[in-house]
């Protein structure tokens, strides 16, 4: 069985401190990998995608990067925090497979406080 | 613009009643659509998903879509208090031969009253 696991689970960091998330899938090869922000109680927005190890697109520009250091690990950070960066981050994973393999599995967040 | 729409914002059922959602997408394109499912604190988790006109169902929930007012709507039946949570739609386009990117709509808060 797949699973995927997020960590840290909660973080409280300061206005310019830097910051790194990390998600961890088993069970499944070559997924594709995601990340995910959302404001409380609003909508998804997605940050980055992975195909492949060492491979990454961004979406949307929020002063924030991601890598893709091994093929279960997607990893989420900044130099520098900002207010606006508060939120509920999720990883996600999907298989390669044409219509009908899209849907995203997604982990259990990282809630972020910035201050 | 965002490209899906749902409504309503927000929704209060009574425990055993029915809780129906509707979602709209604004681009033609995009004609593959999920429900997806927020607990408080937790990620997403994929209802169902619809890709043909007409009904889908799938235990207590049941999806419809129409592809050519590009509306699809989920109804739970017999809705239970842990049902209660954030639906969200989800709409994707066909890319060649593989779905481009979920767009995701602004979600639709359930309450099941006991």
């Known amino acids: 069985a797949q699973t995927i696991h997020q960590w840290p689970v909660a973080e409280i960091k300061a206005v310019g401190s830097p910051l790194s998330l990390g998600c961890t899938i088993k069970g499944k090869s070559s997924p594709n990998l995601y990340w995910y922000w959302q404001a409380t109680g609003g909508t998804l927005q997605q940050l980055f995608y992975s195909i492949t190890v060492g491979q990454v697109e961004s979406v949307v520009q929020l002063n924030l990067s991601a890598s893709r250091p091994k093929d279960d690990q997607f990893i989420l950070s900044t130099e520098k925090l900002l207010l606006s960066h508060s939120g509920f981050y999720l990883c996600a994973w999907s298989l390669w497979g044409g219509v009908g393999a899209e849907t995203l599995y997604f982990g259990s967040g990282t809630r972020l406080t910035v201050l | 613009q965002q490209k899906v729409q749902q409504s309503p914002e927000s929704l209060s059922v009574p425990e055993g009643g029915m809780a129906s959602f509707n979602c709209t997408s604004s681009?033609?394109?995009?004609?593959y659509f999920w429900w997806y499912r927020q607990h408080s604190g937790e990620g997403p988790k994929a209802l169902m998903?619809?890709?043909?006109?007409g009904d889908k169902k799938e235990g207590r929930f049941t999806a419809h879509l129409n592809k050519a007012s590009l509306h699809v709507s989920l109804h739970i039946r017999d809705s239970q208090p842990s049902d209660s949570a954030l639906y969200f739609c989800?709409?994707?386009?066909?890319?060649?031969?593989?779905?481009?990117?979920?767009?995701f709509g602004a979600g639709t808060q359930l309450i099941v009253i006991p």
């Open positions: 998903s619809i890709f043909s006109d």
């Open positions: 681009d033609r394109n995009f004609q």
């Open positions: 989800a709409a994707s386009e066909l890319r060649g031969s593989a779905l481009g990117r979920l767009h």
